[in-house]
């Protein structure tokens, strides 16, 4: 079991509406109406540490974040104290009189406290105003007042000790300066519910708001990111899902068991009726449960053990130096992100902050087992009136208070951290959150995914970089080789060939011609063309080394060209210049693996290029009859492939005006040029839009996506055309092999043409994601549900020819969907690694690109700006305005830190580090 009910402690009141204080290692309690209570989480069955002082009754506690000494906080309408813990249990075990140091008097109702990070200063929530303290001294440091409704909580930010963050009931939340005491932002109007949570990130200066209506908020305290908000999580759809599947699942076990009731009678009537269909292990029908709230109570961010961050340092060490990518962004990206606990009226649950992934959920109508000695029994919370999380000296663990809404009980939980789960991305087994599908172990059999075996278990890993090699009969081994034509002896005129054995010869004539070729008695005497001098000098040898030479150091400077790994985020305009004389839409742009050219797909039924640095006009390619929706390079910057509306897809030769290949049939294109050609039942033209078209396996074939179909064709390209019929093509191309999807329509395809890969990634509209192995020709995995909508873009890590990364890092990719975030993929695992919000994509497919260096990613936007986020930490560093229309697509440099962005009015803009 994931969670265990330690131990449940009996208060002097309901505590649904009082602060209690619990930071891992000690719990306050009220003890009686004025006498606090503290426990000792190590072992809660000694006696507590009982603090007199109070004469009225309790209504806050609030413990400090030094460890040493440990300040506790209590309040009432007659005094504010506080109290040294240490010196409190030394005082008693000396028999003396436990006293506290009162700060505040006679300050009213005070519903919340909060301690600064050097415990220093004590804020106090009081009604509409928010009070300073000093934490040692009687004295109000300031009264922090503007908020419409009631102070429902306020904490200090620990990244900036100054910083104080208070929420409210007016649905809005304030950041103030106690250093210039300055309010620094006020929030408008979030939400439709009050706020009633808060925490904040020890990690990165991140703050958790939480909503009456199940809603959590994070926003960014970071200096100039203008404490925008980073992502939101529906926690009240989350928990309607888990429990939806729940109940499928019950009513799947119970059809198996026998026949099913069905009745039309209310859920009330039901309750009587249902109790003899309840299933054998006990469980109760879905009928008899209770709706409880979603109201967000707690929020805490949790980190990852120790342990397990020991462990990956030990296992990168062991790798061979030259394996160890220090610089790489890998390292950071596979960390053990923060997960977020959730606490609500009726469910708790933990979140993974990069991915928002539920990691776990616990129902509180669900038993939770206890264990009290040697007795073993389940226990049943129902509802939750008040949450508090802490993470104590075991981060293997996660210690979870709930105070009970009508009995004056709180009830300890111990919840196993879900660091391992978010790890290995595999949800907890408690929640009823079922994994993305994945072939079993007999299907895995093609040889490009990666076998370990460990304690005699066989794992299999997908991989971008497989070390297998080609199967036998794997469609990559296909190659189109043209026919030579025998050459036909050469007959020599004036010359009579010799006869065969057992045939007269005829009578030949003399002459074929009336004209007779002279004897060449009056021509000149034939000469010596050529005699091989065997005495060549020294120096001619020499020349020809000093060429060799110059070769080779032309080679050694292009080998010399790196992409600088640390450059900052391209920000500086550099050039803009239009497309076309009237505004055309971009659909693509795409920059060759050299960095010597760029092409831009637009809606003008042609494709335009230009050469670096953009200057001047581009090369046009006029040949289709409609738009063109892609176009892709070759690996050797040669040869240019585009798709269009008009169900082509053209290959295109630099400097060249007419396609040299033209995919416009299934099939093949043998004899399509041949006059009086009959029309092959077999070899249709394709039915709908080519909407992909790109070269694959180091520009060995050509990847095709028609309807719900790809297509992989294997092709070769010839030049030449004859003088007489320019119009024929010597190129050909056949089709090697086609997979259907589950889909009505292919919405993106992704393969990696740098290098040789087996792998290719392909989006449907049922919103799922397929990844095949073309090495064995099968689909190895399938994700659904990846977005809210359709995947409309693709985009792999494959870096350049010009930098270096680790083997890992070319697993990752990412995706985007009009209407959602951009998602961070591992294709190792199941999961979603982070998600990247903060753009607006609700209608045009905006593109996406990864920087060779692998530590930003770059995004259009309807907002006439392109954004360009970090991939570490999930937030936009950077914001590119400037745009006169939708940012359609970007594509980052390979070799030189420079961004590319393309817009709806065919406009291009280049942007630079420097």
Not at 854 to 877: H, L, P, Q, W
Request: with cysteine; glycine share 6%; hydrophobic share 35%.
């Amino acid at each position: 079991m994931e969670i265990n009910h330690v131990q449940s402690i009996r208060t002097a009141f309901t505590p649904a509406h009082f602060q209690l204080a619990c930071d891992g290692i000690y719990l306050a309690l009220p003890l009686t109406r004025t006498v606090i209570g503290v426990w000792s989480l190590q072992d809660l069955s000694f006696k507590p540490l009982e603090l007199e002082g109070h004469r009225k009754i309790l209504s806050a506690l609030a413990l400090g974040c030094q460890s040493s000494p440990k300040l506790l906080c209590s309040t009432a309408e007659d005094y504010v104290i506080v109290w040294n813990l240490q010196q409190a249990r030394q005082q008693y075990q000396k028999g003396e009189k436990i006293k506290g140091h009162i700060i505040g008097t006679t300050l009213g109702h005070i519903h919340h406290l909060a301690f600064n990070p050097n415990d220093s200063l004590v804020a106090v929530c009081r009604g509409l105003e928010v009070i300073i303290l000093e934490s040692k001294k009687e004295l109000i440091v300031a009264t922090l007042e503007g908020h419409t409704a009631l102070v429902t909580a306020c904490e200090f930010c620990p990244h900036y000790r100054a910083i104080l963050i208070t929420i409210s009931e007016d649905r809005t939340f304030k950041v103030w300066n106690l250093q210039d005491f300055s309010l620094v932002y006020q929030s408008p109007i979030v939400t439709a519910s009050p706020f009633l949570s808060l925490a904040m990130s020890l990690q990165q200066p991140h703050v958790a708001i939480g909503t009456a209506d199940g809603q959590v908020k994070v926003y960014d305290l970071s200096d100039g990111n203008g404490f925008r908000c980073l992502y939101s999580i529906d926690v009240g759809k989350i928990i309607r899902k888990v429990k939806e599947e729940k109940r499928i699942s019950q009513l799947d076990s119970i059809s198996k068991q026998g026949p099913v009731k069905i009745s039309s009678q209310p859920a009330w009537k039901q309750s009587y009726s249902n109790q003899s269909a309840e299933s054998a292990d006990g469980t109760e029908s879905m009928a008899g449960s209770v709706e409880t709230g979603v109201s967000v109570l707690s929020l805490y961010f949790t980190y990852m053990p120790l342990e397990a961050a020991k462990r990956q340092t030990s296992a990168s060490s062991n790798k061979p130096a030259f394996l160890q990518h220090k610089n790489s962004i890998v390292k950071d990206l596979f960390d053990a992100p923060p997960v977020l606990s959730v606490g609500t009226v009726g469910s708790l649950l933990q979140v993974n902050t990069s991915s928002l992934d539920t990691c776990c959920l616990i129902d509180l109508q669900d038993p939770i087992l206890s264990v009290q000695g040697l007795r073993v029994e389940t226990k049943v919370l129902n509802a939750a009136g008040i949450v508090y999380f802490a993470q104590g000296t075991d981060p293997q663990h996660i210690w979870c208070i709930i105070g009970s809404p009508f009995q004056n009980i709180v009830h300890v939980l111990k919840w196993n951290h879900a660091s391992t789960a978010v790890k290995s991305g595999i949800p907890s087994q408690h929640s009823g959150i079922s994994p993305a599908s994945i072939l079993g172990e007999d299907e895995l059999t093609p040889l490009s995914l990666n076998e370990k075996s460990e304690t005699d278990l066989t794992v299999w890993e997908i991989t971008v970089l497989s070390h297998q090699p080609l199967l036998p009969d794997s469609p990559l081994q296909a190659e189109l080789v043209p026919k030579q034509k025998p050459d036909k002896p050469h007959k020599q005129r004036g010359f009579l060939s010799t006869p065969q054995k057992g045939r007269v010869m005829a009578d030949q004539p003399l002459t074929f011609k009336t004209k007779i070729k002279s004897s060449g008695y009056t021509e000149a005497p034939r000469m010596t063309m050529f005699k091989p001098k065997t005495n060549a000098s020294k120096s001619q040898s020499l020349s020809r080394q000093s060429s060799r030479s110059s070769i080779a150091s032309l080679v050694s400077r292009t080998h010399e060209k790196e992409y600088p790994m640390t450059s900052q985020v391209p920000s500086k305009l550099q050039v803009k210049l239009d497309v076309a004389e009237r505004p055309t839409a971009i659909n693509s742009i795409t920059i060759s693996d050299d960095g010597s050219s760029m092409a831009c797909a637009l809606a003008n039924k042609s494709a335009q290029v230009f050469r670096f640095p953009l200057t001047g006009k581009g090369t046009s390619y006029v040949g289709h009859d409609n738009i063109v929706t892609s176009s892709y390079w070759s690996h050797d910057g040669n040869w240019l492939i585009t798709s269009s509306d008009d169900k082509m897809a053209a290959i295109w030769g630099k400097g060249q005006a007419d396609p040299i290949l033209t995919f416009n049939t299934t099939n093949h294109n043998f004899g399509l040029d041949k006059e009086a050609t009959k029309n092959d039942k077999d070899n249709q033209v394709f039915s709908r839009p080519v909407q992909n078209a790109q070269f694959y396996y180091m520009d060995k074939f050509v990847l095709l996506s028609c309807g719900y179909t790809f297509y992989l064709y294997k092709f070769h390209l010839d030049p030449t055309k004859e003088d007489v019929k320019r119009y024929h093509s010597k190129s050909k191309y056949k089709l090697v092999q086609t997979w259907a999807t589950d889909a009505q329509q292919i919405t993106a395809l992704s393969a990696i043409n740098a290098f040789y890969s087996y792998i290719v990634l392909c989006a449907g509209s049922n919103k799922s994601l397929e990844v095949y192995d073309m090495n064995a020709g099968t689909q190895i995995r399938k994700l659904t549900d990846v977005h809210t909508r359709p995947i409309h873009d693709i985009c792999q890590n494959q870096g350049s020819a010009y930098v270096s990364h680790p083997p890992t890092a070319y697993d990752l990719f990412i995706t985007a969907a009009a209407g959602d975030c951009i998602k961070l993929w591992d294709l190792r695992t199941n999961r979603c690694v982070k998600r990247f919000e903060g753009h607006q994509n609700r209608v045009h497919p905006c593109g996406l690109a990864v920087s060779p260096c692998g530590r930003f990613i770059a995004s259009g936007s309807e907002d006439k700006s392109a954004y360009v986020f970090d991939m570490r930490t999930g937030t936009y560093n950077l914001k590119l305005i400037g745009h006169t229309d939708v940012v359609s697509d970007v594509a980052f440099h390979p070799l030189h830190p420079r961004l590319v962005t393309a817009t709806l009015d065919g406009k291009i803009h280049m942007y630079t580090d420097t």
